[in-house]
């Protein structure tokens, strides 16, 4: 009767947190599309067009959006440094190809503020293919620092996003693209977004790639994300590093298909709930992951968790469990999914709380070898059968129900395991929030 009870509590706090929660949260949304792909890569002549704050100047549009509206495919804008209070969208195949660009060696000089106005997104780019956005810092927006969607192809480099209330560098029912050299702090859910990717009989992958997230509600989330790479980036002092997750408010459940690998991954352990620089809001903390997790796959298959670099989360470096709550039932197991060659706790410098945890849940799924484990749950390790591995995993009730009182934990920290973090140039861990500016 233990399991019902504690399966019975669980389902009801989150089943009501997800009733909260619609997609990407209460913002007008463009509806999402079969990104079908452009006519074809524009064949020119393409101009320059130049936006600047000299407002007696010919040669510049004193606004992006006039520039954009200007534009015509594979044409480039670029932005002059200075302050743009304005919402920027690239809608429609007649602007596929298009390259926006700012200052990409110093990003927070051409800055997209939001602050005194009511500005969903940053920039928006709905179903023009392969446009660039490279060079940008976006802060305040109500919804999205920069946000594509229903599209083929897109590039979003050197950019800069704090401060937002949903996502700071988001892609939504795209197939194909490239994040890198971006950082994404203090945003009311995730720093970094790839969801609702469309199967694909020839796929194309998504990289993200060189980039920094830090002090957001959660570092990188991907509800139904598919054939994402994340590599060689930071993730840090989140509430949880990165969350590939199975939810029934996206379609094309379950995440599959990802690999996350080269990563450093530590620290993540910023307790939002008592404390943080902007109003949390259901739309952001409505599916309550436990705070302290480096990374966990919530549902999945055919995911891969490779030689990263994770230490310093005081709760679990990698774990996986099954949703319980997907309405989808065939999609909600965890399947063929793969961590191994991961560095643990950094040589003993600075522990993870659990370096592991698996509830057995599911089939064909394999764990190591790693290096550095010291702490699993279940303690026995059970559920963590050794690579390469196939046929039906060991499930382990008692490690279910310990990850159930995870979630339900009102303090969000009874169940952390505090060690001594090493130190690190320039960083100070974060579990408690300030007041002050965050940058």
């Known amino acids: 009767m233990l399991h019902r009870r504690i399966v019975v509590a669980v389902a009801a706090v989150v089943a009501a947190a997800l009733a909260a929660a619609p997609v990407a949260g209460a913002v007008d949304y463009p509806p999402p599309v079969n990104p079908k792909g452009a006519k074809g890569k524009p064949k020119g002549p393409f101009r320059t067009l130049h936006v600047c704050k000299k407002k007696k100047s010919k040669r510049c549009f004193p606004r992006i959006q006039d520039a954009v509206n200007e534009a015509r495919a ?206 949390l809001r259901a739309e952001a903390t409505g599916t309550p992951y436990p705070v302290g997790i480096g990374v966990l796959l919530f549902g999945g298959r055919h995911n891969e968790v490779t030689n990263n670099r994770i230490f310093g989360n005081y709760l679990v470096g990698v774990g996986a469990i099954k949703q319980i709550l997907l309405k989808q039932a065939d999609a909600a197991d965890l399947i063929g999914n793969q961590v191994s060659g991961n560095e643990f706790g950094l040589g003993g410098q600075d522990l993870n709380g659990r370096d592991l945890f698996y509830d057995g849940s599911g089939s064909d799924n394999c764990w190591g070898p790693n290096t550095g484990v010291q702490k699993t749950l279940p303690e026995n390790g059970s559920t963590l059968a050794a690579c390469p591995f196939t046929g039906a995993n060991a499930f382990s009730q008692d490690a279910q129900n310990e990850a159930f009182g995870w979630v339900a934990d009102s303090t969000h920290e009874a169940f952390w395991i505090k060690h001594p973090h090493a130190p690190r140039a320039r960083q100070t861990p974060l579990e408690h929030w300030t007041k002050g500016t965050p940058e």
Do not use: C
């Open 74 to 279: 594979g044409d480039t804008i670029r932005v002059a440094n200075g302050t743009y209070r304005e919402g920027v969208i690239v809608r429609g195949n007649a602007k596929r190809y298009i390259k926006l660009i700012g200052n990409p060696r110093h990003p927070e000089k051409v800055t997209l503020q939001a602050k005194g106005q009511k500005k969903a997104n940053g920039v928006l780019i709905n179903g023009a293919d392969h446009v660039t956005v490279n060079g940008f810092t976006a802060r305040n927006y109500k919804a999205n620092g920069f946000f594509i969607t229903n599209s083929n192809g897109y590039t979003f480099t050197n950019l800069r996003a704090f401060l937002v209330g949903v996502y700071g560098v988001y892609a939504f029912n795209t197939t194909g693209g490239v994040m890198s050299n971006s950082v994404a702090a203090w945003n009311n859910d995730s720093g970094f977004y790839i969801g609702q990717t469309p199967p694909q009989a020839k796929p194309k992958r998504s990289i993200v790639r060189n980039v920094e997230a830090y002090g957001n509600v959660l570092g990188f989330s991907g509800t139904n994300m598919r054939y994402v790479t994340i590599t060689k980036s930071k993730w840090y002092n989140n509430g949880l590093g990165i969350v590939p997750n199975a939810l029934d408010s996206e379609k094309f459940a379950p995440p599959e298909f990802n690999v996350i690998t080269d990563n450093d991954i530590y620290w993540n352990n910023w307790n939002y709930y008592a404390g943080a620089p902007f109003k």
